[in-house]
T-cell receptor, first 114, second 112 residues
Framework: DGGITQSPKYLFRKEGQNVTLSCEQN?????MYWYRQDPGQGLRLIYY???????QKGDIAEGYSVSREKKESFPLTVTSAQKNPTAFYLC?????????????FGPGTRLTVL | QKEVEQNSGPLSVPEGAIASLNCTYS??????FFWYRQYSGKSPELIMS????GDKEDGRFTAQLNKASQYVSLLIRDSQPSDSATYLC????????????FGDGTTLTVKP
């Protein structure tokens, strides 16, 4: 089955630790996105990548980092510089680069800082 | 002013009624508009996309776009309890077509 997988589903982090959230897609999509969702709010864009080896900051990139070494993978690292990282993190992909197209979402990762 | 604003909820309608969800946007050059449905604790899924002024119908769902008024809406006819969810409006950034901005969502409850 084609789709987007995110792991882990739940993640607990101690203050001061970096953690990496995984996102993999087998849809052969060019563009990939990372969003953060806080309770009762919409999606806020953290980083996005239109093609391999290229990515851009979104609206709330501070405290986060990404890489795009392979088309199917777009991992997100939440660094200790992110002061309030507890949130629901969603990865998405869309078919074509630089186009406004339907985004397909993974199941999400819930990150909690202890 | 937020780039994408949705009518504040929650919205409650009886089963079988029409639910109307509204969204306004600030970027005049936006070209693509999307409605996503998000069940509690789940990830969003696409309901409708619309690119041209006017109405677009898909089953019980109708999306309406008015670019002059910078307004997009979603009508749900014959609402069912299974339609109870949060509906997110997404608008592409006209100057950066690969990037969409999401509203905060409107939570709909359909009461049996």
């Amino acid at each position: 089955d084609g789709g987007i997988t995110q792991s882990p589903k739940y993640l607990f982090r101690k203050e001061g630790q970096n953690v990496t959230l995984s996102c993999e897609q087998n849809l052969n999509h060019d563009a990939m996105y990372w969003y953060r969702q806080d309770p009762g709010q919409g999606l806020r864009l953290i980083y996005y990548s239109q093609i391999v080896n290229d990515f851009q900051k979104g609206d709330i990139a501070e405290g986060y980092s990404v890489s795009r070494e392979k088309k199917e993978s777009f991992p997100l690292t939440v660094t200790s510089a992110q002061k309030n990282p507890t949130a629901f993190y969603l990865c998405a992909s869309s078919s074509l680069p630089y186009m406004s197209d339907t985004q397909y979402f993974g199941p999400g990762t819930r990150l909690t800082v202890l | 002013q937020k780039e994408v604003e949705q009518n504040s909820g929650p919205l409650s309608v009886p089963e079988g009624a029409i639910a109307s969800l509204n969204c306004t946007y600030s970027d005049r050059v936006s070209q693509s508009f999307f409605w996503y449905r998000q069940y509690s604790g789940k990830s969003p899924e696409l309901i409708m996309s619309i690119y041209s002024n006017g109405d677009k119908e898909d089953g019980r769902f109708t999306a309406q776009l008015n670019k002059a008024s910078q307004y997009v809406s979603l009508l749900i006819r014959d609402s069912q309890p299974s339609d109870s969810a949060t509906y997110l409006c997404a608008v592409n950034q006209g100057t950066n077509a690969g990037k969409s901005t999401f509203g905060d969502g409107t939570t709909l409850t359909v009461k049996p």
